[in-house]
């Protein structure tokens, strides 16, 4: 398997011409060795990754410089390893997450964030996301998005879930 960092070159090559001149994707690649809970993750400006410890705690945030996909064809993308240990979390989400607005013009908030995934600590990892859309939705008091809201959890050796047909 290439290396996160490799693909993110390989990509970026490829989606700069397929990109309008002002366009540009933001990404995060992660490859997590199950038994050992390395992880090694690359970033094409996106909001970095935040890593619970098995508390519910903030342990680390994972932000690495990298340029949004297709400004440049020739940007190099570097990697960085980490560990998540037994019980550990990491949470992804896209910046609409954090950029969703209340009608008083306040952002959400990472700090908010991390506080309902502490506040679930010992919840499923899908009663997380559940909490994290409700909270946001419930923020912006039904207000249109601005923009996408995407959020990941992952936490070692947590349960495989069967959620049906997809």
């Known amino acids: 398997c290439p ?3 490799r693909l993110l070159n390989l990509v970026n090559q490829r989606i700069t011409d397929d990109l309008e001149r002002e366009g540009f994707v933001t990404a995060m690649l992660w490859r997590l060795a199950t038994a050992s809970g390395i992880v090694e993750y690359a970033s094409a ?8 410890d098995r508390t519910g ?3 680390a945030s994972l932000a690495i410089a990298g340029f949004p996909l297709g400004i440049d064809p020739l940007a190099e993308f570097s990697a960085a390893p980490t ?4 019980g ?3 949470l992804l989400f896209s910046d ?3 950029e969703a607005c209340a009608p008083t013009g306040k952002l959400f908030g990472v700090k908010r964030l991390c506080q309902v995934v502490s506040g679930h600590w010992d919840e499923p990892s899908e009663a997380i996301l559940d909490a ?3 909270e946001v939705d419930g923020y912006q008091e039904g207000a249109a998005l601005r923009d996408d809201v995407t959020v990941v959890v992952i936490r070692r050796d947590d349960p495989v879930q069967d959620y049906g047909k997809l």
Do not use: K, N, T
């Open 3 to 5: 290396e996160v960092d």
């Open 45 to 52: 400006g996106h909001c970095p990754g935040i890593v619970f």
């Open 57 to 59: 705690q903030v342990r």
């Open 83 to 86: 560990r998540l240990g037994p």
């Open 88 to 90: 550990e979390l990491i």
């Open 96 to 98: 609409g997450a954090i």
């Open 132 to 134: 994290i859309y409700s």
